[in-house]
């Protein structure tokens, strides 16, 4: 498992809304949560590659100074090293003037790829820019227009571009000066251009407060779009999505066996389940016994029910059975304590807000409130992409298995072969096992009975992952997984150590899920429900959005319109 991913998991990227000084990386991914860069770095400084000029750079290439003689054919303009992604859907960054030196001659804005090094940001093609020795804005001409207050020694001047309308503006000491430019083109640069001697300014790329409240305008800005989603005309014929929206959820209570529910929804909206009522309570069995932490009876009843499962996905097990290792080892150490609420979003293995059905009552042929429902709906959607690898993991192509396949009394897997049944109970403890006991005598405060358990199934868990090597299809996931789950033991306070959301209540729900979805497709029904569908598709929609370039894709959130 990449240990990024517990990272990622805790990272909610949403917007700031209030002032404090962050690091570099935690504030601008809150400014920018869109951008991913990894395919679109960020302007965070100034490039200093293959140019012959009379700046000097320093403060990481942040600050930057003028050395030249600050003749009349002596302005130099630089850019940023990487031009501004426009999945960032506002940009800001920030200016301050230390030194205006002998003139003044100063220009902030925005230029396009290839522009002439020799001239002030403005007054070439493709460039955009505000002067402060007249106040003027220039764009790509020499000739300017009057804009804002001239700026010298001490101001701040602040440079957005508006990537929804392709506009710009500016700002001085945190006062927006309004509209600079419209319709402005090409891969844009943040730049800066000086002319005289003893110029020296800093730059805010976002990695410190600005002055200007950038917050406050990109708060506006997604508030005003998420009400053009929200009101955006679909179709004139409001009975077919009417209907369209009952059916979504129907399948949806189906799909996570809200038995009660489905069949009142059912009857209210006039339409018919698909699933037979038995198997989606027994569905429901499943869940309700991983939720609560009996794996062991879950792993036992899933044989019960659906005997050929596992040998269809030999990964599901091994899941299941690293869960199983995880809540024997809370009831062996100190772990079975009150666990503290942890502030992440994944619950869910197919990442979608959940919701109270309870409240869907425009569902319906009627403003009537439906019967009590469920309580455990209102759990049952969840937020972010999750890079948990359980969420990962594909199931093995395992036709081959028709053979050897073996229910033993031992709770040993049933797809394991008649050699590895014959010698599992003579295996050879590993020194990770050595040490694994000792570990356990020392720290562990539970019973003697769970120790040896825990123990036992930990050989289980290595036997089972050794084997499962041998075969086509083996997933290197699995490894990650038995690793994380072993390293467990050797934290004295195992749930505030960095693997610590392995305890958490979510990853039950995510172990459930991906049980639900097997099982569904076991009995040849989709393994998402339609709704789920829809939120992975606009998702994608989103990415996609995000590599033509479209600045909406900042302000979309799947998550937040669905709360």
């Known amino acids: 498992m990449n240990r990024n991913c517990i990272m990622a998991r805790t990272n909610s990227g949403h917007i700031i809304e209030h002032k404090l000084e962050y690091k570099l990386e935690d504030q601008i991914k809150a400014l920018y949560p869109a951008v991913n860069e990894v395919e679109t770095p960020l302007p965070r400084g100034w490039c200093t590659r293959e140019r012959s000029t009379p700046l000097s750079f320093t403060k990481e290439n942040k600050r930057v100074e003028y050395k030249g003689i600050g003749k009349k054919k002596e302005a130099f303009n630089i850019q940023t090293a990487n031009s501004i992604p426009p999945s960032c859907g506002l940009y800001y960054f920030e200016v301050k003037v230390i030194s205006k030196g002998q003139e003044g001659y100063i220009g902030i804005g925005l230029s396009a790829d290839n522009v002439n090094i020799n001239k002030l940001p403005g007054w070439d093609k493709l460039t955009y820019s505000y002067h402060g020795d007249d106040g003027c804005i220039f764009c790509s001409s020499g000739a300017g227009q009057p804009y804002g207050p001239t700026f010298t020694t001490g101001d701040v001047i602040g440079c957005g571009v508006n990537f929804l309308d392709n506009t710009c503006f500016f700002t001085k000491n945190g006062h927006n000066l309004g509209l600079a430019f419209k319709d402005i083109q090409g891969n844009l640069y943040p730049t800066i251009g000086l002319q005289t001697p003893g110029q020296i300014i800093d730059t805010n790329f976002g990695q410190h407060q600005f002055v200007y409240d950038i917050t406050d305008m990109i708060q506006g800005m997604k508030k005003k779009f998420k009400g053009t989603v929200e009101n955006f005309p679909v179709s004139e014929n409001k009975e077919v999505w009417h209907i369209l929206l ?58 019960e029910l659906y005997p050929v499962l596992f040998e269809k996905d030999i990964n599901l097990q091994f899941m299941l059975e690293c869960q199983h290792f995880i809540e024997v080892l809370k009831n062996t150490s100190n772990t079975n304590r009150k666990l503290p609420v942890v502030q992440q979003n994944s619950c869910s293995v197919n990442n979608i807000k959940r919701t ?148 958490h209540q979510s990853e039950r729900e995510i172990v459930c899920d991906k049980v639900n979805s097997a099982i569904l497709e076991n009995l040849q029904f989709p393994r998402r429900s339609v709704l789920e569908v829809i939120i992975i598709h606009t998702r994608q929609l989103i990415r996609l959005m995000y590599s033509l370039g479209y600045g909406h894709c900042a302000f979309i959130n799947v998550d937040e319109l669905l709360l």
């Open 246 to 303: 009952q059916s979504i959820v129907q399948s949806y209570l189906v799909h996570h066996g809200y038995c009660n529910t489905a069949q009142v929804f059912a009857k209210s909206t006039q339409q018919k389940i698909d699933e037979d009522l038995s198997s989606i309570k027994k569905r429901k069995q499943l869940q309700e016994l991983l939720i609560n932490g009996q794996v062991g009876d879950a792993i036992e009843k899933t044989k």
């Open 356 to 503: 109270n059905c309870t409240e869907s009552k425009f569902f319906t042929n009627s403003n009537k409130k439906l019967p009590k429902v469920e309580n455990d709906i209102k759990n049952s959607l969840n937020t972010n992409n999750s890079l948990n690898y359980r969420t990962n993991l594909e199931s093995t192509n395992s036709s081959w298995f028709s053979s050897n396949y073996l229910n033993s009394s031992n709770n040993l897997p049933v797809f394991l072969p008649t050699s590895i049944f014959n010698t599992i109970s003579n295996i050879p403890r590993h020194e990770s096992y050595k040490s694994m006991t000792e570990i356990t005598n020392s720290e562990c405060k539970g019973s003697k009975l769970h120790t040896e358990k825990m123990l036992q199934l930990g050989r289980k868990l290595n036997t089972m992952n050794n084997w499962m090597k041998s075969i086509p299809g083996y997933n290197e996931i699995n490894n990650d997984m038995l690793q994380d789950v072993f390293s467990l033991v050797a934290y004295a306070d195992p749930v505030n150590s960095p693997l610590g959301y392995l305890l």
